[in-house]
């Protein structure tokens, strides 16, 4: 794993929290301008919000059993 990300991610969640969905939000909205040549925010702001909340959620569940079976 990548130790300086690791360390972002533990050191400042928000703004872990932050890049993940700028990073969504801009990825979306190149597929949506490829696809459809129209960006919808309601769309868009949907997308991010799922997005984000499963990927930092899968991750928090994710380090919780690497420190569980690190604790064993």
């Known amino acids: 794993m990548d130790m300086e990300a690791d360390d972002i991610?533990?050191?400042?969640?928000?703004?872990?929290?932050?890049?993940v969905a700028a990073v969504s939000a801009l990825a979306y909205v190149a597929v949506q301008v490829v696809l459809d040549g129209v960006v919808d925010p309601v769309e868009t702001a949907?997308?991010?919000l799922v997005f984000t909340l499963v990927y930092v959620?899968?991750?928090r569940c994710l380090r919780?059993?690497?420190a569980d079976e690190s604790a064993e």
């Open 57 to 59: 959620g899968g991750n």
């Open 46 to 48: 949907m997308f991010v």
């Open 64 to 66: 919780g059993r690497a």
């Open 9 to 19: 991610l533990r050191e400042r969640p928000v703004l872990a929290t932050a890049a």
